[in-house]
């Protein structure tokens, strides 16, 4: 079974970076080498959203709301993704998890996420 454990948010003003990860676990490399990852964010009283992913070539999608301020990127030899986000505005206040994009398959079993709040 695939856990996976995000790291990385916390609370920071606005205009400040910081950098997410999300380590894979039960899984071997070559198997997540293949998978589409994606990071997801969750804010208080809305939906979870996608908000960026990266495929198995590294080609990499953002939600118009992070384009360029955010990057996503892998490392399959650590079964490791990232997320740079700079330029933090309030409104990027969330949970932020990482899975594997529903176009590869069914999400896996969700991680605890890592907090993000950004503060005016």
């Known amino acids: 079974q695939v856990q996976l454990v995000e790291s990385g948010g916390a609370l920071v003003e606005a205009g400040a970076s910081l950098t997410l990860s999300c380590a894979a676990s039960?899984?071997?490399?070559?198997?997540?080498?293949?998978?589409?990852m994606g990071w997801f964010r969750q804010a208080p009283g809305k939906e979870r959203e996608l908000v960026a992913n990266?495929?198995?070539?590294?080609?990499?999608n953002y939600a118009d709301s992070v384009k360029g301020r955010f990057t996503i990127s892998r490392d399959n030899a650590k079964k490791a993704v990232h997320l740079q986000m700079n330029s933090l505005k309030p409104e990027d206040t969330a949970t932020y998890y990482c899975?594997?994009?529903?176009?590869?398959?069914?999400?896996?079993?969700w991680g605890q996420g890592t907090q993000v709040t950004v503060s005016s």
């Open positions: 899975n594997r994009h529903p176009r590869t398959g069914e999400h896996w079993d």
């Open positions: 039960g899984i071997v490399e070559i198997v997540f080498s293949v998978q589409t």
């Open positions: 990266i495929s198995i070539g590294g080609n990499t």
